[in-house]
């Protein structure tokens, strides 16, 4: 059974830093593209940062590039957003995310249940 669970958000101050933790399991997370969503109430979730399994190859949203980085730890099966220079307009629900091929089903995607970021003085 798929599983990721997010962890590290809270309450920081603008110019702060936070870095959230997704712990993957129930699949191959090496092999896997991880992703890092971001939803404000009723808005359409945004992709934040994606990494590859393989070759490490990593894509930002142009308002988080050169404030944040993704990365993983694969022995911890864990994929990482470490977030620096946050600003009020990154206040959001942060969601992990992978997809992957099941025989039955074809290509699914995964979420987490998401962790809460909050950016204010």
């Known amino acids: 059974q798929v599983q990721l669970v997010e962890s590290g958000g809270g309450l920081v101050q603008p110019g702060g830093s936070l870095r959230l933790s997704c712990v993957a399991s129930g699949f191959s997370f090496s092999g896997a593209a991880m992703k890092w969503y971001r939803q404000v109430l009723e808005k359409q979730r945004e992709l934040v940062a994606e990494?590859?399994?393989?070759?490490?190859?990593?894509n930002y949203a142009d308002s988080v590039k050169g404030r944040f980085i993704i990365s993983r730890d694969n022995a911890k099966n864990t994929v990482y957003l470490q977030m620096n220079s946050l600003q009020p307009e990154d206040t959001a629900v942060y969601y992990c995310?992978?997809?992957?091929?099941?025989?039955?089903?074809?290509?699914?995607?995964?979420w987490g249940t998401g962790t809460l970021v909050t950016v204010s003085a």
């Open positions: 990494i590859q399994g393989t070759t490490i190859y990593t």
């Open positions: 995310d992978t997809r992957i091929y099941e025989a039955l089903r074809g290509w699914m995607d995964y």
